[in-house]
């Protein structure tokens, strides 16, 4: 699997002037040995980062580990405490919008409301004798006025007698997948206790942790395209759209969460929870040169002054030499003019403790770019 691009700040003004004699000195003492070549038997495998070369210029590849997440997602509830009496879906159920998920006993909520109707004929009418009695001159305007008030009053009871009736029906506010029930049929709810949890899957979300290095260096013209990868679909590609970034890094990673959109494809069941594979390909930085950049680390100083890399190879995870030459540092690494085509895995760390034909683990279980 590719990582991101390591930007390493090598600038300038750090290998001004004599500062490259000064960087192969250290390269010399720090890979000084005794010239021997040791015969590699049973051992450990070593852990050690590795990243793959990339040649800046040409079109470039990284891909990070996601996972699918829901556009919308709801935790439904009742406004209103009361006994379950209907509970018709099911997890893994598709509903449509309108359609009825959950239901209280009604039988306390109808009675509610018919008092109250109740009640506001009784106001009505007391109101409307009043006011007969008003234009008798038996009785004073402000009981008039009160018994007018009382009719209102009861009128708004009514109407939330009837609102509490219809909150002992939940509906689907939109196109949904029952993704939990909380509770069964016929225990005892109380107001915003959950019910349910319903996913919106006519679009989904895929999360990836991209890596500060990419988010901060990277600019929208670089990017080729973006596209989603599943298990189940290897060869197969799934464009997304860039929807967010979370404005905080993971304290452990230091990865920032991406979160990309695709839409939901007819002729897979791609649900919330899935794994994939996030696919960026970038095109080079405008101004950058066809030649390859590496670390200062990954350099081991060889005989007569030169320069050689650890490569790892993937299938028998064991390390070579190969000798490169370089060029002065730049803020983007050391560049390669010879010994490296691009596409190779190089040790980028802890060169100096290797040995030929040694076995090495990759960190993080995969592969770093440049």
């Not at 007018?148 to 009053?153: A, D, E, G």
């Not at 405008?286 to 050689?308: D, E, N, T």
Request: aromatic content about 6%.
């Amino acid at each position: 699997m590719l990582h991101p691009t390591k930007k390493w700040a090598l600038t300038s003004a750090d290998f001004g002037g004599g500062a490259f004699a000064l960087l192969v000195a250290a390269l010399l003492l720090g890979g000084c040995g005794n010239g021997s070549e040791e015969v590699v038997s049973e051992q450990l495998v070593r852990p050690a980062k590795v990243i793959q070369v990339q040649v800046p210029g040409v079109v470039t590849a990284h891909e990070f580990v996601a996972r699918v997440e829901a556009a919308q997602s709801i935790d439904v509830s009742f406004e209103v405490d009361g006994v379950l009496a209907e509970l018709p879906v099911l997890e893994g159920q598709t509903i449509e919008r309108g359609q009825l998920v959950a239901a209280l006993d009604p039988t306390d909520f109808q009675l509610a409301v018919r008092e109250a109707e109740l009640e506001v004929e009784l106001a009505r009418q007391d109101w409307e004798r009043k006011r007969r009695l008003l234009n008798q001159s038996g009785i004073a305007a402000s009981l008039v006025e009160d018994a007018r008030s009382m009719h209102k009053l009861q009128q708004v009871r009514l109407a939330q007698r009837r609102e509490s009736l219809a909150k002992s029906r939940i509906t689907a506010p939109f196109d949904a997948y029952v993704a939990r029930r909380y509770v069964d049929n016929f225990v005892q709810v109380a107001a915003t206790d959950k019910v349910m949890r319903l996913n919106d899957l006519h679009e989904l979300q895929v999360v990836a942790g991209v890596p500060e290095q990419l988010l901060v260096t990277v600019s929208t013209e670089q990017v080729v395209s973006i596209d989603a990868i599943f298990p189940f679909a290897p060869e197969q590609r799934f464009p997304l759209i860039l929807r967010e970034n979370r404005g905080e890094a993971d304290a452990v990673a230091q990865t920032y969460e991406v979160s990309f959109t695709m839409q939901r494809p007819a002729e897979y069941n791609i649900l919330p929870g899935m794994t994939a594979a996030v696919r960026v390909a970038l095109r080079p930085e405008a101004g950058a040169s066809a030649v390859a950049q590496i670390p200062a680390s990954a350099l081991v100083s060889g005989p007569h002054k030169g320069f050689f890399v650890w490569l790892y190879d993937p299938e028998t995870q064991e390390v070579r030499k190969q000798a490169v030459q370089v060029g002065p540092p730049t803020a983007h690494g050391v560049p390669v003019t010879s010994g490296l085509q691009g596409g190779e895995h190089v040790v980028s760390t802890g060169a100096t403790q290797l040995q030929e034909g040694m076995r090495i683990r990759p960190m993080d279980d995969g592969f770093g770019g440049l």
